[in-house]
């Protein structure tokens, strides 16, 4: 029974330390977005929103990042709507509404909200606020419009920040 544990707690240690350093990244936040075919739609948008630049500097930035799956939740037409040129103001200010300035991870992010007992407010990069709570276990990010996405994945640290993946695009207001 004792070996058995034993064997079970190595197996979770080693576990844990490869997985770590799989994590480790050599990639900036474009570069890995650009590499992930969740996220085909967020790259179209950050290039359409000459975004690119910014958020491969090397300024730490926190990006919540809508999936594909996130922006076909939208209404039909609003994707297509924001990558017009005469729309780009607009679209810039959706993309960086999911951007927070310097890094914060998971981890961060959980204090920040036990700080505010139970809610954090987050300022955006645009201007606006996001706000942060937990519920059914899970971290959530809400807009300024009362909308909520889920983060489904957390703390994929890249060489200029860290991204969590969330589930629904977030717009302020």
Do not use: R
Not at 13 to 24: Q, R
Not at 79 to 97: M, R, S
Not at 99 to 110: L, T
């Amino acid at each position: 029974m004792k070996t058995k544990n034993l064997f079970k707690t190595i197996a979770i240690a080693f576990s844990l330390l490869i997985g770590g350093n799989m994590l480790a990244q050599d990639k900036n936040i474009v570069e890995t977005a650009i590499a992930s075919k969740d996220h085909t739609t967020l790259v179209a948008a950050v290039k359409a929103a000459n975004l690119v630049g910014i958020l491969s500097g090397e300024e730490p930035f926190t990006v919540f990042a809508p999936t594909n799956a996130a922006f076909a939740k939208l209404p039909t037409g609003t994707v297509d709507n924001l990558l017009k040129k005469e729309n780009l103001a607009t679209l810039q200010g959706v993309l960086t509404y999911h951007v927070v300035a310097g890094k914060f991870s998971a981890k961060d992010v959980i204090a920040l909200i036990k700080k505010g007992k139970g809610k954090a407010v987050i300022p955006t990069v645009q201007g606006g606020k996001i706000s942060a709570m937990i519920m059914d276990g899970s971290v959530y990010i809400a807009d300024e419009n009362g909308n909520k996405a889920k983060v489904t994945a957390a703390d994929l640290d890249q060489t200029n920040g860290v991204i969590h993946v969330i589930d629904s695009v977030v717009l302020p207001k």
